[in-house]
C-alpha cells in the first residue's frame, strides 16, 4: 500500500527540495536517525527549499577519519556559514567534493518549529537530479557560504553563545586575527 503524505501544518510546499550531502552516489535516501539541538529526534530524510542553504551539508564531519561536530547556518543579515574545528589546511586535505541532491516535495513535511526552511520525510525518497562538487570548500567560496576553522577551544566557546548576533560578532573577530 502506498504511504500518503499530508502537509499536515498547511505550509505551502516549495516546487523543490535540496539536500547536501558528501556521498556522490545515493540512488535512494533512507530515512535515518536525525540530531537538532545536539539531540537524535526521529528518523528522517531532512531536505530545504533553499540551494544554498543545502549546500554546507556536502561536509559530514570527517577529517582525518574522525568525526568532527561542526555547525551550520543562517546569520539574520542572510549570511550563510559553517563553523569547523579543524584547520583549513587539515580541512582541504580531507576534502573530496560532495553532491547537492534536488527532490520532489510530494512526501515531506515541515513543522511549527521549522517553518518553510527543514522539510521532513519519514519514507524512502528517490532524487530527481543530483550535482557533483569536486571541492567542498571552492563549491562554499563560489557561491559565498562562509566557512570558519576554529581551534577545538575556539569552537567550545562559540557553542556557548546563545545569540545568532554574538557568534556572527565572535566569528567575525576570529576570522580577522
Do not use: C
Not at 55 to 71: A, H, M, T, V
Not at 136 to 159: H, M, P, S, V
Amino acid at each position: 500500500m502506498e504511504q500518503v503524505h499530508t502537509n499536515e501544518n498547511k505550509i505551502e510546499k516549495p516546487p523543490m527540495l535540496y539536500h547536501g550531502s558528501s556521498n556522490k552516489n545515493i540512488e535512494e535516501f533512507e530515512p535515518r536517525p536525525t540530531t537538532f539541538n545536539h539531540s537524535i529526534k526521529d528518523n528522517f530524510i531532512v531536505a530545504t527549499p533553499y540551494y544554498k542553504k543545502a549546500l554546507p551539508y556536502l561536509f559530514d564531519g570527517e577529517i582525518n577519519g574522525e568525526r568532527k561536530s561542526w555547525n551550520s547556518g543562517v546569520f539574520g543579515d542572510g549570511e550563510i556559514f559553517a563553523v569547523i574545528p579543524v584547520s583549513e589546511k587539515d580541512f582541504r586535505r580531507n576534502d573530496k567534493g560532495g553532491a547537492i541532491y534536488k527532490m520532489s516535495p510530494e512526501f515531506f513535511d515541515s513543522s511549527e518549529d521549522r517553518k518553510e526552511y527543514e522539510w521532513f520525510s519519514t519514507v524512502p525518497v528517490k532524487p530527481l537530479e543530483v550535482e557533483i562538487f569536486e571541492s567542498i570548500l571552492e563549491t562554499w567560496k563560489d557561491e559565498g557560504i562562509n566557512a570558519y576553522f576554529l581551534t577545538e577551544e575556539q569552537y567550545q566557546f562559540f557553542r556557548t553563545i546563545s545569540t545568532g548576533d554574538e557568534k556572527q560578532k565572535y566569528l567575525h573577530s576570529v576570522k580577522e586575527l
